[in-house]
């Protein structure tokens, strides 16, 4: 993953953000949600809660502003969540800023 890309994360849905990678730099760009990462095996299918569930794995992402490094074994599919964390927004999309 060489570039630095923005990527929507509609309220709810996990979305892939990387592909095969061992290393993935996260930043929340917009405010007003709380977003979750999890990793899972390259070509694993994404993961999978009731709605406005937090599957178990799953870690929260630092506040907007801050980076998180995910570092694993294996290369692996990230995939992220967000949830509404704001009572003035019903819903939306939230974005995420993904690097290497």
């Not at 570039?3 to 953000?17: F, G, L, Q, S």
């Not at 977003?35 to 992402?61: F, I, M, N, Q, W």
Request: charged share 25%; hydrophobic share 35%.
């Amino acid at each position: 993953m060489a570039d630095v890309v923005v990527v929507d994360i509609p309220v709810d849905t996990w979305v892939k953000v990387a592909t095969s990678t061992s290393l993935c730099n996260l930043a929340v760009k917009e405010g007003g949600y709380k977003y979750y990462h999890t990793e899972r095996d390259t070509g694993g299918g994404a993961p999978t809660a009731p709605s406005g569930k937090v599957p178990e794995e799953a870690l929260r992402l630092f506040n907007r502003g801050n980076q998180d490094l995910i570092v694993t074994n294996v290369d692996s599919d990230i995939y992220v969540c967000c949830f509404v964390d704001d009572s003035n927004i019903s819903d939306g999309t939230g974005k995420v800023r993904v690097g290497a």
